[in-house]
């Protein structure tokens, strides 16, 4: 697995902090959204879930000249990575929302699957069909492994890799149900096996 992308799976880095400070710590995160992203758009609003197995999750909403509205999900961990780099996070930030512009008359998140058939569905039909695009159109004319495979840890993982490297890691895998979830916070779900793809490139010497 390639742990380096798997935003905040478990709940790491904050699984050591007390209540209160973990408390502390989601009302800066909150604040320090809506200010990044207002420094871009005039009208923020910004809510926060728990999902159970990622912890807590980011929801900001951006509202553009015509009023229309789009959303967008991040993870705490993301965020507190992206706040502490110092590597603009506001403009980061401000980019999903900007390629989610591109859709007139707003979008807001998907609603959630309604049953297993429905999930089933989503992930037939939008998900791997949007993962497979992703590799294969980034990596052209390189020949990309890319499909659904089975992981005794993680249950079903989309797996994507690189036939022509023989020696060592040629592959990345992240859990069906973490890309699923990049789905309905509004983000692209390929984008995560790109940046495991390309740090085997990086691993290999290719980049």
């Known amino acids: 697995m390639d742990n380096e992308t798997?935003?905040?799976?478990?709940?790491?880095?904050?699984?050591?902090?007390?209540?209160?400070?973990l408390v502390e710590l989601i009302k800066a995160v909150h604040h320090n959204g809506i200010v990044a992203l207002k420094s871009h758009f005039d009208e923020v609003e910004g809510q926060v879930q728990n999902l159970k197995a990622y912890g807590p999750v980011f929801v900001f909403h951006v509202k553009d000249e015509e009023g229309s509205v789009y959303s967008c999900g991040f993870f705490l961990r993301e965020l507190v990575a992206r706040f502490q780099s110092g590597n603009d996070p506001a403009l980061w930030m401000a980019s999903f929302f900007v390629d989610l512009m591109e859709t007139k008359g707003g979008k807001g998140l998907p609603k959630p699957a309604a049953s297993e058939d429905e999930a089933k569905a989503i992930i037939d039909k939008v998900l791997v069909p949007q993962c497979m695009k992703a590799v294969t159109?980034?990596?052209a004319p390189e020949k990309v492994h890319a499909g659904l495979e089975w992981n005794e840890q993680h249950g079903p993982v989309f797996e994507a890799g690189f036939p022509a490297i023989k020696e060592g890691n040629n592959v990345c895998a992240f859990p069906l149900h973490l890309l699923f979830t990049y789905l309905q916070l509004?983000?692209?779900?390929?984008?995560?096996?790109?940046?495991?793809?390309?740090?085997?490139?990086?691993?290999?010497?290719?980049?």
């Open 6 to 21: 798997t935003n905040g799976e478990a709940n790491g880095q904050e699984a050591g902090l007390s209540e209160e400070k």
């Open 137 to 139: 159109e980034e990596f």
């Open 186 to 207: 509004n983000r692209d779900p390929g984008e995560l096996l790109v940046q495991g793809l390309y740090t085997i490139r990086k691993t290999h010497g290719l980049e």
